[in-house]
């Protein structure tokens, strides 16, 4: 059974300038059959866009795929170690409101 977050974690996660389109995004999530990419500020991490952020900021909002991924991304990101037990990193998760992992 999975102890930390090491044990349950992508090793490489995609990640994407927040300058790049939605499209380089949702193509990035096919490539690595996942929901999420990291978005990044000249390399350092700066949000996350996830499948239904591009659904909901920008389909349902009728913009393009050549949007900016910074402005379907959430800004506000938590961030653990690998080390991090599953039940801190559930509690983090918990207490932000996040739904999915």
Not at 19 to 38: F, K
Not at 44 to 64: F, L, Q
Not at 66 to 77: H, I
């Given at each position: 059974?999975?102890k930390?977050?090491?044990?349950?974690?992508?090793?490489?996660?995609?990640?994407?300038?927040?300058?790049?389109?939605v499209?380089?995004a949702?193509?990035?999530?096919?490539?690595?059959?996942?929901?999420?990419?990291?978005?990044?500020?000249?390399?350092?991490?700066?949000?996350?866009v996830?499948?239904?952020?591009?659904?909901?900021?920008?389909?349902?909002?009728?913009?393009g795929?050549?949007?900016?991924?910074?402005?379907a991304?959430s800004p506000?990101v938590?961030?653990?170690?690998?080390?991090?037990s599953?039940?801190q990193?559930?509690?983090?998760?918990?207490?932000h409101?996040?739904?999915?992992?």
């Amino acid at each position: 059974m999975a102890k930390t977050v090491a044990d349950v974690m992508t090793s490489h996660p995609a990640t994407i300038e927040g300058d790049q389109p939605v499209s380089v995004a949702a193509a990035l999530m096919r490539e690595n059959d996942a929901g999420a990419v990291i978005v990044n500020d000249n390399g350092r991490m700066a949000g996350i866009v996830t499948d239904r952020d591009i659904a909901v900021r920008v389909v349902a909002d009728e913009k393009g795929p050549q949007t900016p991924v910074r402005e379907a991304c959430s800004p506000s990101v938590e961030a653990v170690g690998p080390d991090t037990s599953i039940d801190q990193a559930f509690q983090l998760m918990r207490s932000h409101a996040i739904r999915r992992r």
